[in-house]
């Protein structure tokens, strides 16, 4: 047996040998990554901002609330909202952050409202304007940090005024 051949065999043979403890770590990794709580995320303000043409511009501030053991750090932030079962604005930041463990940080995100997006809620608004409520869905998500993405969703009822 030469040289080269008896290299490969004992590559392959500690290969072999670490693969099922390699595998092991890998599945313990994810099983303490799934165990992991949603983040809380609450509307706490939103600012006019000025916009191009046919769009209506806002700036949104969220409260992240990280209710986890380990800190969720971020490199950006996108969001959607959806009013009444139908896409209406969007919003990306290359905002850079923390959320600390057991704590909450403060993001803000520009929002984009096409003018194409608020005439069809208009449109549909009158249905809803009878129930008085407005159903909202907002998504998001966290990207980069050591996790990976973390994504977060709210969703409620707006009170219209009588």
Do not use: W
Not at 62 to 74: D, I, S
């Amino acid at each position: 047996m030469n040289a080269a051949n008896a290299r490969r065999q004992f590559l392959h043979r500690t290969l072999t040998a670490a693969a099922p403890a390699a595998a092991l770590m890998l599945l313990g990794g994810c099983a303490a990554l799934g165990q992991r709580e949603a983040l809380r995320v609450n509307v706490v303000g939103v600012e006019p901002l000025s916009g191009e043409g046919l769009e209506l511009r806002l700036l949104v501030k969220l409260r992240v609330q990280n209710p986890n053991e380990t800190p969720v750090e971020f490199d950006g932030a996108a969001i959607e909202l959806e009013l009444n079962g139908k896409n209406f604005a969007s919003g990306v930041s290359d905002q850079k952050g923390t959320v600390p463990r057991y704590g909450e940080s403060i993001l803000q995100i520009p929002l984009t409202i096409s003018a194409f997006a608020a005439l069809r809620q208009a449109v549909s608004f009158g249905s809803v304007a009878e129930q008085g409520e407005l159903p909202y869905v907002l998504t998001g998500k966290l990207a980069g940090g050591m996790f990976g993405t973390v994504r977060f969703s709210d969703k409620g009822l707006l009170k219209l005024p009588k």
